[in-house]
């Protein structure tokens, strides 16, 4: 499975974006979004299985981030609001075929190439 990651950019405090992850194929099981800030290790920020059912997002972005895909399961976003400078990172979607849901970055086989979300103050 190919991804391709889009939608980064740069955004005031307090604002919105959405992401983006479009996939080649249909056949992944499970799909996240993870991050990675300078300087710090990758966080996990949202998980999804292929049904939509199960959803789970990291502690830092409860409330304020939605996971979601389209009916067609070719594209995974990641609607983000409230955004806080905190929110800064390159974020990478990722996906397995293996399992419907995980938070661990260990169990994706499948990367896109990350993009960049910048919140200023």
């Known amino acids: 499975v190919q991804l391709q990651a889009s939608g980064g950019g740069l955004v005031q405090a307090g604002g919105s974006l959405r992401l983006s992850c479009q996939a080649s194929?249909?056949?992944?099981?499970?799909m996240a979004w993870f991050r990675q800030a300078p300087g710090k290790e990758r966080e996990f920020v949202a998980a999804?299985?292929?049904?939509?059912?199960?959803?789970n997002y990291g502690n830092s972005v409860k409330g304020r981030f939605t996971i979601s895909r389209d009916s067609a399961k070719i594209t995974v976003y990641l609607q983000m609001k409230n955004l806080k400078p905190e929110d800064t990172a390159i974020y990478y979607c990722?996906?397995?075929?293996?399992?419907?849901?995980?938070?661990?970055?260990?169990?994706?086989?499948?990367w896109g190439q990350g993009t960049l979300v910048t919140v200023s103050s």
């Open positions: 990722a996906a397995t075929q293996r399992l419907s849901y995980s938070d661990s970055p260990t169990d994706f086989s499948f």
């Open positions: 194929e249909q056949s992944w099981v499970g």
């Open positions: 999804m299985n292929w049904r939509g059912s199960t959803k």
